[in-house]
C-alpha cells in the first residue's frame, strides 16, 4: 500500500487540496482532522470544561467515531449521525485543538488511522501524519501558508456557508491553533525531516493541487 502524508497548521487548505489529489491518484482520502474535530465537538455536545483534561478522557468510552465514504467524498459519524458539516464550526475547531493535545485521545484514535493506511493507497493528513501516524509513508508533504492568508480563506469558506465572522477573531483563532498545536507535548506539529515544505500562500486553489499532485507523482516514480 502506499501512504501520502500531509502535515501542516490550521487553514492551510490541507483538507480540500489532498482530498482534490487523492481523487486525481485514486486513492482515499483521510482527514485525521475530522476525528479530533468529532471528539472536541462531542466534548462541546456535553457541555464539558476543556479545562479539566480527566472529564474529557472519561468521554471517550461514549464516542463511536468512524471515516466512511460516499460517492467518493469523507463523511463523519459520531455516535452514528453524520457531522461532517458541525465539526467545521470555529468552536469546535478551538476544541479539537484542545482534545488533540490529550495523549489519551490521540491514542485512542491512533489505530484508527494506522489501520486505513494498512489497507488502503491514502493521502492523509493532519498534523503529526509524517511524524508520528505514517513515519514511513513514500511521501511526505508540509503544507502551510502565512497566518494572513488562512484566515482570509477560512472567513470564505465559513460566509459562503452563510457563517458571520470576524476576520480579526479568524486570525486570533489561527494563531491560537498555531500555538497549541507547536507547543503541545505530545505530538507537536513540525515538518518531518524528510518531508516536503510547500507554501500555497502565492497559489491558488487549482494551482496547490497541481503542485502537490506532481510533486506526489514525481515521488513516487522513484520508488
Known sequence: MISVAIDGPAGAGKSTIARAAAAQLGFIYVDTGAL????????????????????????????????????????????????????????????????????????????????????????????????????????????????????????LELEQKGERVSYEDVLADIRQRDYNDTHREIAPLKQAEDAVLVDTSELTLEESVQTLTGLIRSRLERE
Request: hydrophobic share 45%.
Open 36 to 155: 479530533y474535530r468529532s471528539i472536541g465537538l462531542f466534548a462541546v455536545q456535553k457541555k464539558i470544561d476543556f479545562a479539566q483534561k480527566n472529564d474529557i478522557i472519561a468521554l471517550l468510552g461514549q464516542i463511536d467515531v468512524e471515516l466512511t465514504f460516499v460517492d467518493g467524498e469523507q463523511r463523519v459519524l459520531l455516535c452514528g449521525e453524520d457531522v461532517s458539516d458541525e465539526i467545521r464550526s470555529p468552536e469546535v475547531s478551538m476544541a479539537a485543538s484542545v482534545v488533540s493535545a490529550i495523549p489519551e485521545v490521540r491514542s485512542f484514535l491512533f489505530d484508527l488511522q494506522k489501520d486505513m493506511a494498512k489497507h488502503n493507497n491514502v493521502v492523509m493528513d493532519g498534523r503529526d501524519i509524517g511524524t508520528v501516524v505514517l513515519p514511513k509513508a513514500q511521501v511526505k508533504i508540509f503544507l502551510t501558508a502565512s497566518p494572513e492568508v488562512r484566515a482570509k480563506r477560512r472567513c
